[in-house]
């Protein structure tokens, strides 16, 4: 019996209580022989991504801090995720949100977002995500809006390192965990988990992968800032790829502190290509719906597995659902209409023919 009836335990006062405690899950015909690969499916949030925590966790420290006043409009840049967990948490909170974003990302993010109520301002893609990060300052200034700044602020990976990586820990319980391999869009989560990890089980290394054609750290090249540490340039080893969420074309002051605290053992790049194949894969062999920074992460997981001793035990991340997908080359070929196959099983029995 898989199943548990014994509920929670607990009621939920609100959605936003049930951010978070996600499931760390075996890979069962994926990974290598020998060697276990877990991933952390945090597709489990409610608004289905990672970013619901430190969406969760940038109103809330601002409010207690005093930063954001009721009913104030709040504003974002985002490749989607964090907007989507801006506007479940603005929400459910009643605060205005208006997020910037630029057209090269799925135009599910976009319908996501508007249909929790937010506002979705687009900038053009060939402005890459230092022109939706301006564009969002300069509506926050205009405006005396609050701006979430999930590049810069230390909400972002404090959020990870008082819940990512205590689940983390938590679930690996006297258990054996060897590596770690993620990717980073703002670097929270490589932060977070860079901080705790390697403090409380000294023998885990921490492996850091970037899209083969966007190598913004290996590049070895440093990020160019304002006194606010936003980006003041593109970096120039960023050129555009098919991992939404993650490298975006500079790199974030919440990941400099992973760069700059030597948080990685390695560094480890996988092709979109690749990133795509395996999210396809885990779909059909694991019966894992994740999006393409989830096959990103697996893909760069397999890579390190094959190469590992027998018996090692690694744990990468899954940071969002499939769902948000559907008009993207992940989805390529899968077609609404019935194939050839389909429609001879249709035509294969008398009954209901098509
Ligand atoms: N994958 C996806 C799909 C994301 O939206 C994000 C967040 N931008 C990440 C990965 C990376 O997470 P983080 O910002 O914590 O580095």
Redesign the pocket.
């Known amino acids: 019996m898989i199943y548990s009836t014994e509920g929670r335990g607990r009621l939920y006062g609100s959605v936003l209580e049930t951010i978070g405690n996600t499931p760390a899950i075996r890979l069962n015909r994926i990974a290598p022989e020998g060697v276990e690969i877990y991933a952390k499916f945090e597709a489990f949030n409610p608004a289905g991504?990672?970013?619901d925590r430190?969406a969760l966790n940038i109103i809330e420290a601002a409010e207690r801090e005093g930063r954001l006043q009721p009913g104030q409009t709040v504003i974002e840049a985002t490749?989607?995720?964090?907007g989507i967990g801006l506007a479940m948490v603005c929400a459910a909170k009643g605060y205005p949100l208006v997020i910037t974003m630029h057209d090269g990302f799925s135009v599910e993010r976009r319908q996501l977002m508007r249909f929790f109520g937010a506002k979705v301002v687009l900038t053009r893609k060939e402005d890459k995500a230092v022109g939706m990060v301006a564009k969002a300052r300069e509506l926050a200034d205009e405006n005396g809006w609050f701006l979430a700044h999930?590049f810069e602020t230390k909400d972002?990976a404090d959020i990870?390192e008082t819940t990512t990586a205590r689940e983390i820990l938590a679930d690996f319980d006297g258990k054996a965990l060897d590596h770690v391999v993620l990717?980073?869009?703002?670097?929270?989560?490589?932060t977070g988990l860079g901080r705790v990890l390697k403090q409380a089980r000294k023998d885990i290394k921490i492996t850091l992968s970037e899209p083969e054609n966007a190598a913004l750290v290996s590049s070895g090249t440093t990020q160019q800032r304002n006194e606010e540490g936003e980006p003041s340039v593109s970096h120039p080893a960023f050129a555009p790829h098919p991992v939404?969420?993650?490298t975006p074309d500079f790199i974030p002051l919440v990941?400099q502190e992973a760069l700059d605290g030597g948080y990685f053992d390695g560094l480890l790049p996988v092709t979109g290509a690749e990133s795509i194949a395996m999210a396809r894969r885990l779909a059909a062999e694991e019966g894992i719906l994740t999006?393409?920074?989830g096959g990103a992460s697996v893909a760069a997981a397999v890579k390190l597995a094959e190469t590992a001793a027998a018996g090692t035990v690694i744990l990468t991340?899954l940071?969002?659902t499939g769902e948000r997908y559907l008009s993207t080359p992940l989805f390529e070929g899968i077609d609404a209409d019935m194939d050839e196959e389909e429609l001879s099983l249709s035509q294969s029995t008398p009954g209901f023919k098509y």
């Open positions: 991504s990672v970013k430190l490749s989607g995720n964090t999930q972002n990870h990717g980073y869009g703002t670097g929270g989560t490589a939404q969420g993650w990941m999006g393409i920074s991340m940071p969002d």
